[in-house]
């Protein structure tokens, strides 16, 4: 029962995922990486940080912090940089693709890091995702942005933070709770990113925002932020990483829904096609019965 609260978890915060990557797509062009990310994650924080004080949880050791520190800054700090610019260069529908490499990513740094078995079936699965991801990704370069391929690499090293994250935060998130662990990683997250855009003049792109820009803004901080990221912890501290990480096929189907219908960018048939192989690699990857991935 745990592992179906926690994969169903997992699929919510992925539906808000892949909505965000409509918002930021959208939002992206008024401003900077460095910039939205420290909006989104600054107000993520002010949001979890009083709910995680209620939680009347235990805070982080002295001993801990140094680990959640760099964590806060993989995933809260690197990741939304490579996110934003990814999606300043390559359209909603192809990054939400590009993001779901997640599990296999996921599968193959469990692999390398020796906590998850890579079986031949679990081989077979990632072959086929990645043929996915490129009948989808390298086929259709008459509809992509300019230079979109490298807006989908910039993705992809986005997906490996998360692997990164997902795996080495499990036993950190048993320790002090979802809404602490992630409050104060996403608030190192949320510094960092404002030091750098304070330094850097990003705030002064705010003049020229309209209702538009802070109504796409305010999603991504409290939905798109403190919920989705709340989401996403609680599922691993219930469920192993991979059955997490195989919840993001639902970003691409959420993502291309939104962006045909904000965006007006078009759902192709390679797009299609290419979810459907990513689709069918991430079952047979996970195929077998009992999880080999625990944190």
């Known amino acids: 029962m745990t592992d179906v609260i926690g994969t169903l978890a997992a699929v919510a915060s992925s539906s808000l995922g892949g909505v965000s990557i409509g918002v930021t797509r959208f939002v992206v062009g008024a401003t900077d990486p460095i910039t939205l990310g420290a909006?989104?994650?600054?107000?993520?924080?002010?949001?979890?940080?009083?709910?995680?004080?209620?939680?009347?949880?235990?805070?982080?050791?002295?001993?801990?912090?140094?680990?959640?520190?760099?964590?806060?800054?993989?995933?809260?700090?690197?990741?939304?940089?490579?996110?934003?610019?990814?999606?300043?260069?390559?359209?909603?529908?192809?990054?939400a693709l590009a993001l779901s490499t997640l599990p296999l990513l996921t599968m193959l740094v469990g692999a390398m890091l020796r906590v998850e078995r890579l079986t031949k079936l679990k081989t077979a699965g990632v072959?086929?995702?990645?043929?996915?991801?490129a009948v989808a990704l390298l086929t259709d370069l008459v509809g992509a942005p300019p230079g979109a391929w490298?807006?989908?690499?910039?993705?992809?090293?986005?997906?490996?933070?998360?692997?990164?994250?997902?795996?080495?935060?499990?036993?950190?998130?048993?320790?002090?709770?979802?809404?602490?662990?992630?409050?104060?990683?996403?608030?190192?997250?949320?510094?960092?990113?404002?030091?750098?855009?304070?330094?850097?003049?990003?705030?002064?792109?705010?003049?020229t925002f309209g209702s538009a820009q802070w109504s796409a803004i305010g999603f991504l901080g409290l939905f798109g932020g403190a919920i989705t990221f709340l989401l996403w912890s609680y599922a691993l501290e219930k469920t192993t990483p991979t059955r997490v990480a195989i919840s993001v096929t639902v970003n691409p189907i959420v993502t291309s829904v939104f962006a045909a219908y904000v965006l007006s960018e078009p759902v192709t048939m390679n797009l299609l096609v290419g979810f459907f192989f990513i689709a069918t690699g991430i079952v047979v990857a996970s195929g077998e019965r009992k999880a080999v991935l625990e944190g």
Request: charged share 10%; glycine share 8%.
């Open 39 to 95: 909006f989104r994650f600054g107000i993520g924080s002010i949001v979890l940080l009083p709910c995680a004080w209620a939680t009347r949880r235990r805070w982080p050791s002295a001993s801990h912090m140094p680990a959640i520190l760099l964590l806060g800054l993989l995933y809260f700090a690197l990741f939304p940089i490579l996110f934003n610019a990814s999606l300043a260069r390559t359209s909603a529908a192809r990054g």
């Open 127 to 133: 072959l086929l995702a990645t043929a996915g991801v």
């Open 150 to 207: 490298r807006g989908d690499l910039l993705m992809v090293a986005a997906a490996l933070c998360m692997a990164l994250y997902s795996i080495w935060s499990r036993p950190l998130m048993r320790e002090y709770g979802t809404m602490v662990y992630t409050a104060v990683a996403m608030t190192v997250g949320a510094i960092a990113l404002s030091a750098v855009a304070a330094v850097t003049g990003g705030f002064a792109a705010t003049v």
